[in-house]
């Protein structure tokens, strides 16, 4: 499997935010930065974490059309694309806490209806990545509390393979890498690699001896840091209070790069993240989200790539 220098884009996937002209810019720019895979990144909702249907057909998800016009803009770019779509709770609370009791109760919602709704999901998804000739496809987001229905995740996968002949992977969360029993039926292992900075020597020799284990490749889905002070430390916290530090941001990088990047069992990156709707570059220097569009970030992160 060839490096991953790859970037996460679109994300959440709002209608009417893709197939448009600043959308074909904004992709186009992440292009720039030598990057040769995509992770194009939809979301779809159910009401909260005990909800079982997905609402994808109707807004606020991107249409179909939309997915297809995001796929052949990447692929014309010279890119290979991993199709992403995800679920998320329109309560707002985090879709690791989608849960159900391991034993059915009467009059209670139930493992079965939400994996047969998310099943339809990510077929429906599936169909259009095989239509499309998309490279990957990813099955689920950091699902942590779905993450030990072993049986039902081989089903789907099962069901999944009916319909979809590229390779198929599934992003845990962080820390969760060792707990999935159910690797095995999945053709590429990804993570979210939101390590605080300075824990990357004791997670890179985690990762190494799993990764040696898995015997497959492993890469990380997501990975990144907004740009404020006090993220290094805590990069999977989109909402965290700290003041701008273009700084903070590209030091992040670089450690990850050192630490990581080069180790002959590591696969990549599919960085978090480019949204399809870019701010003017000339605010970049006010911006501290993830994006790193027009920051020193961006540099580093072509630097390495451009090396890799």
Not at 54 to 67: F, G, L, N, R
Not at 117 to 133: C, K, M, N, P, W
Not at 241 to 265: C, N, P
Request: hydrophobic letters at 40%.
């Amino acid at each position: 499997m060839e490096y991953i220098n790859g970037m996460t884009w679109g994300w959440v996937g709002t209608r009417g935010t893709w197939a448009n002209r600043t959308a074909d810019f904004s992709m186009t720019e992440m292009a720039k930065l030598g990057v040769n895979w995509t992770a194009i990144a939809l979301s779809a909702l159910q009401d909260h974490p005990q909800a079982t249907e997905i609402h994808y057909k109707e807004e606020p998800t991107v249409t179909d059309a939309e997915v297809v016009w995001a796929i052949e803009k990447a692929h014309g770019l010279g890119l290979k694309v991993c199709l992403k779509p995800v679920v998320n709770c329109a309560n707002g609370v985090w879709r690791a806490h989608i849960n159900f009791f391991d034993v059915d109760v009467p009059c209670e919602p139930k493992w079965g209806d939400w994996f047969a709704s998310y099943t339809d999901f990510i077929l429906h998804y599936a169909r259009i990545a095989q239509e499309t000739g998309c490279e990957m496809f990813c099955i689920g987001c950091e699902m942590v509390q779905t993450d030990r229905r072993e049986t039902e995740w081989r089903e789907l996968i099962r069901q999944l393979r009916t319909v979809y002949t590229g390779m198929i992977t599934y992003n845990c969360d962080k820390y969760q890498e060792t707990n999935i029993t159910w690797w095995d039926a999945v053709d590429v292992i990804s993570s979210s690699g939101y390590y605080p900075i300075d824990t990357w020597d004791e997670r890179v020799a985690t990762l190494e001896a799993f990764a040696v284990r898995q015997e497959k490749p492993f890469f990380f889905m997501e990975a990144g840091c907004p740009s404020r002070e006090g993220s290094a430390m805590l990069p999977n916290d989109w909402g965290l209070a700290g003041a701008l530090s273009m700084e903070e941001q590209d030091t992040y990088y670089h450690v990850m790069f050192e630490k990581i990047g080069r180790r002959s069992w590591f696969h990549g990156f599919m960085l978090w993240d480019w949204p399809a709707q870019l701010y003017p570059e000339a605010e970049a220097s006010s911006n501290d989200d993830y994006c790193m569009y027009g920051k020193p970030a961006a540099k580093t992160i072509e630097d390495f790539y451009r090396r890799s």
